[in-house]
Structures are given as C-alpha cells and as structure tokens.
T-cell receptor
C-alpha cells in the first residue's frame, strides 16, 4: 500500500485552465502539506494543514486553493494556470506537531506542465 | 531566519570515497534535522535524522554530524556507491514551525 498517493502523476494543460491534484495518506497522520519543487529542485512549502485546519499559507497566490475534506485527504485546486506554475508538486504528511522530530512522508509528485 | 543553507550544489565522488554535504541554519528554535534522498521521478525519502541533543548519529554508511554552537550539520556517506547517486536535501523543523524547511539540495554523482 502506498503511504502517500497523489493523482495524477503527470498533468499537461493550457494557460488559463483550472486543474486539481488529489492527495491521500493512509498513515493516520494529522498533518499534511503541499510542497512545490521548481526546475532547480528547490523544495518550497506552500501549505500546511493540521487536522483539516489550514496552519500555513506561505504567500501562495490565491489562485491556489487547498481543501482538506478529512484528515487523510488534501487536494490542491489551481485556477487560471500560468506558465510559471509549471513545477513538480509534492504532497506530504507527518504525525501531529505535538510529536517532536517526526518524519515527513512524501508522495511521488505531480509534474505539472503549463503550455 | 527561516533559511537552511546547503553546500555544495553538486558533488562528484569516486566509488568507495566519502561524500560530505554541509548545511547551516539560523533559527535556534529548530529541533529536528533530517536528511532526505531523492531519486529522479520520485518523492524525497527520509535517509537519516538527528535531534540537537546528540552530536553524531550513524546508520550504516550514513552519518550526521551536528554542531549546535555553530548551527551546522553535515551528512557523511562512507564507501559511496553508484546507487547513492541522487539529490540530497537537508532540512530543519521545530515544534512551532508546522513545516519542514529544506536546503537547496546537492546533486551527488558517484562514479563507478
């Protein structure tokens, strides 16, 4: 069983379109994240959710809207896609932050290409 | 204060050699320092991690050295193998941060 699974793995779309990426974790974790990895491999936090509540929004444009229907799911919806949104998006999860020093588990990533 | 600085950007090592990657942080509230390994087309995966109450942690060929006073930590890969060729990220987190802050990554290539 995959611990953190994302769909789709690849996404090619035109500028201006709206798209969603889904993420599910079966680890029973309380906290989930979205990270963006750019062409230089830099991993940057976008959002952090704890028990379905948004904890961190790291100055991400409001075209990006995360939604957590329950603790096991964190989806990312992107409106009006731009060329600069092209990147690999990773979902991750970890135990709650009251537990110190816990591992973050990453999904396989979604490679988004905006043309 | 939230940055984690990582060097070198890329590293080429002969098989059997030692690979060393260094990281430095500023925020003294960080209390967990993991290293992640990422292969092409895959997500990052935890390699080894350390808390600041110890100065060194070893797991097989991988060792983290931690210098709390200098706010630096490093990854040593002993007897490097071609299968170790990947991108390595240091990271830091703390109970008040609700996130993992990653270094810029080191692309390691081990020559056969």
């Amino acid at each position: 069983d995959t611990a953190v699974s994302q769909t789709p793995k690849y996404l090619v779309t035109q500028m201006g379109n709206d798209k969603s990426i889904k993420c599910e974790q079966n680890l029973g974790h309380d906290t989930m994240y979205w990270y963006k990895q750019d062409s230089k491999k830099f991993l940057k936090i976008m959002f952090s959710y704890n028990n379905k509540e948004l904890i961190i929004n790291e100055t991400v444009p409001n075209r990006f809207s995360p939604k957590s229907p329950d603790k096991a799911h964190l989806n990312l919806h992107i409106n009006s896609l731009e060329l600069g949104d092209s990147a690999v998006y990773f979902c991750a999860s970890s135990l709650g932050w009251e537990t110190l020093g816990t591992e973050a588990f990453f999904g396989q990533g979604t490679r988004l290409t905006v043309v | 204060q939230q940055q984690v600085k990582q060097s070198p950007q890329s590293l080429i090592v002969q098989k059997g050699g030692i690979s060393i990657i260094n990281c430095a942080y500023e925020n003294t509230a960080f209390d967990y320092f993991p290293w992640y390994q990422q292969f092409p087309g895959k997500g990052p995966a935890l390699l080894i991690a350390i808390r600041p109450d110890v100065s060194e942690k070893k797991e097989g060929r991988f060792t983290i050295s931690f210098n709390k006073s200098a706010k630096q930590f490093s990854l040593h890969i002993m007897d490097s193998q071609p299968g170790d060729s990947a991108t390595y990220f240091c990271a830091a987190s703390g109970s008040g941060t609700y996130k993992y802050i990653f270094g810029t990554g080191t692309r390691l290539k081990v020559l056969a």
